[in-house]
């Protein structure tokens, strides 16, 4: 006897058939990730591309394909800015994106880009299951976004006319810190701030538009900045400037997924954060070599200049961060508990 697709549904209910047909085809799900970063492959390019395209790889073999993603690189898919409200909305899936560009909307967000907070990758792997990490973490979760991959990364300066390793070089300068809090340890050293993503850093420079840049080591790279840094102030050995860059998710996006994928999705994400940390400080060597090779002066702070820079960042952008509401307040406690 030959049964239409009608009379099967209307015989079962439709939930056996959904059954029957097996989670793969009731569940099939596209994810799609957006970052700011230059394309690249599982193996080559900007680590935080592969570690999106290596979540996509993963992700999908342990779902047996019910799950798939797809990666959108160089800001493809929408503006860099865009990102962390899309998200939020669920009108974006995913996204690699540094943390404090969302501080005008976020304020607590703001703490990912922190002057002198954070003084190695040890400490930053720490905050996840620390206090400070929790109270992150409570934050996103109630605006709607849920951290899946926690990355840190080490950054330092590229300058085009002279270095800026100490307070004292500020002065004058025209600087991209990468966050509010890190501009205001510029001001108060004398540097007038430039405001913009890290995949225009290039271009500002190149007009002279910005006498000089702090990022990751690895945007030093993927955005050859080398083809106009004359300085590089490094960050291999240590920094003011640790950014975290974590791979995050849409709580409306995961909330809709069957739990044993949201397992796996948190899973995939852990398991890549030790492959963050290894690539971050990777970088951070291969920065200094490939700026030396290029013929700029490398520098590396020493602990005097760290301690320098960070009673500045106490005294302005800590102070006003922990000023902002009881939120702030309680996450930079949480946060100094671990220096």
Not at 119 to 142: I, T
Not at 213 to 235: D, Q, V
Not at 300 to 327: C, G, H, V, Y
Request: charged fraction near 25%; hydrophobic fraction near 40%; proline fraction near 4%.
């Amino acid at each position: 006897m030959n049964l239409s697709r009608r009379q099967i549904i209307h015989a079962a209910g439709g939930t056996a058939l959904a059954g029957w047909m097996g989670p793969a085809f009731s569940q099939g799900t596209a994810l799609k990730i957006s970052h700011q970063f230059p394309s690249g492959s599982l193996t080559d390019g900007d680590f935080r591309d592969r570690l999106c395209r290596k979540f996509a790889a993963e992700v999908e073999k342990r779902t047996s394909g019910a799950l798939k993603a797809s990666v959108y690189p160089g800001s493809s898919l929408m503006k860099t800015n865009a990102q962390f409200s899309s998200m939020r909305k669920g009108a974006l899936d995913m996204s690699l994106v540094p943390l404090s560009y969302a501080g005008g909307e976020v304020q607590e967000t703001n703490i990912g880009l922190m002057p002198a907070l954070v003084p190695s990758y040890e400490q930053g792997a720490a905050w996840k299951n620390a206090e400070v990490g929790k109270l992150l973490s409570k934050v996103l979760d109630d605006k709607g976004v849920i951290i899946v991959s926690w990355v840190w990364q080490a950054g330092g300066v590229a300058s085009r006319s002279k270095p800026l390793v100490t307070p004292d070089d500020a002065k004058g300068m025209k600087v991209r810190g990468g966050s509010r809090e890190m501009d205001m340890m510029l001001k108060s050293a004398g540097a007038s701030v430039i405001t913009l993503p890290s995949n225009e850093i290039y271009a500002a420079m190149q007009t002279g538009a910005m006498d000089a840049a702090m990022t990751s080591s690895t945007s030093f790279i993927s955005f050859k900045l080398e083809e106009i840094a004359k300085h590089l102030t490094s960050g291999r050995e240590r920094t003011y400037w640790f950014m975290l860059e974590p791979l995050m998710i849409s709580k409306d996006v995961f909330s809709k997924l069957p739990k044993a994928q949201q397992d796996i999705v948190m899973a995939v994400g852990a398991e890549l954060e030790v492959f963050a940390r290894d690539a971050a400080r990777a970088d951070d060597k291969a920065a200094a070599e490939i700026y030396a090779k290029a013929g700029a002066k490398v520098y590396d702070m020493d602990e005097p200049t760290l301690r320098k820079w960070q009673t500045i960042a106490r005294d302005t952008a800590w102070k006003d961060f922990a000023e902002k509401n009881e939120s702030c307040a309680g996450m930079l406690k949480a946060a100094q508990k671990l220096l």
